[in-house]
């Protein structure tokens, strides 16, 4: 049972453009939503987080939005940079609980 | 601030073979956490330890055990290993009382 899904496996951008990746969930107890990035031979570096209280939550170039009656979302990244190519994953948990629940990954190219 | 360790980098074992690994983790946290994330897949949780007892299962069958550490480190031993244990394994540690969850590197374990 898939709780938290990431549909799109890969996704390209150009440089400079807005990169928007996506996730659902199915658990409409989690209250927590996290976003990862992973490179290559690395562990999974946090990225931003958004409690399900808010909708949106904001740090530079990365913003998160939550629509929680869709159970959705979102991590925007803008404008794209090369270095932001990598595996991204969006987690979430329960409030007190701090075992998290993964998607399966998104893979962002960023084209130069 | 020395982040989580993880050891070995890489190992290969034989199908029936025990294997333990091992994580230092961050200086100043507490809890430790383990997952598991195969080839294509995003991690999957596979316990958490604080203060010696382990504090929450996934999903995982009895021959995946661990142990915490006075010194907050940790080791995850599998016994019986069946080729589906080929995965790469990461360890996270945190902190009670202030939050945050910094990955290692992980080891990445290969059953023949």
Not at chain 1, 88 to 111: D, H, M, P, V, W
Not at chain 2, 76 to 99: F, H, I, K
């Amino acid at each position: 049972d898939q709780q938290v899904k990431q549909n799109s496996p890969s996704l390209s951008v150009q440089e400079g453009r807005i990169s928007i990746l996506n996730c659902d969930y199915t658990n409409s107890m989690f209250d927590y939503f996290l976003w990862y990035k992973k490179y290559p031979a690395e562990g999974p570096t946090f990225l931003i987080s958004i409690s399900s209280i808010k909708d949106k939550n904001e740090d530079g170039r990365f913003t998160v939005f939550l629509n929680k009656s869709a159970k959705h979302l979102s991590l925007h990244i803008v404008p794209s940079q090369p270095g932001d190519s990598a595996v991204y994953f969006c987690a979430a948990s329960l409030q007190g609980n701090e075992k998290l629940t993964f998607g399966t990954g998104t893979r962002l190219t960023i084209i130069p | 601030e020395t982040g989580v360790t993880q050891s070995p980098t890489h190992l290969i074992k034989t199908r029936g073979q025990q294997v333990t690994l091992r994580c230092s983790s961050q200086s100043g946290h507490n809890t430790v956490s383990w997952y598991q994330q195969a080839l294509g897949q995003g991690p999957q949780f596979i316990f958490q330890y604080y203060r010696e007892e382990e504090n929450g299962r996934g999903n995982f069958p009895p021959r995946f055990s661990g142990l915490q550490f006075p010194n907050y480190s940790s080791e995850l031993n599998v016994n019986a290993l069946e080729l589906d244990d080929s995965a790469l394994y990461l360890c996270a540690s945190s902190s009670r009382d202030s939050g945050g969850y910094t990955f290692g590197s992980g080891t990445r374990l290969t059953v023949v």
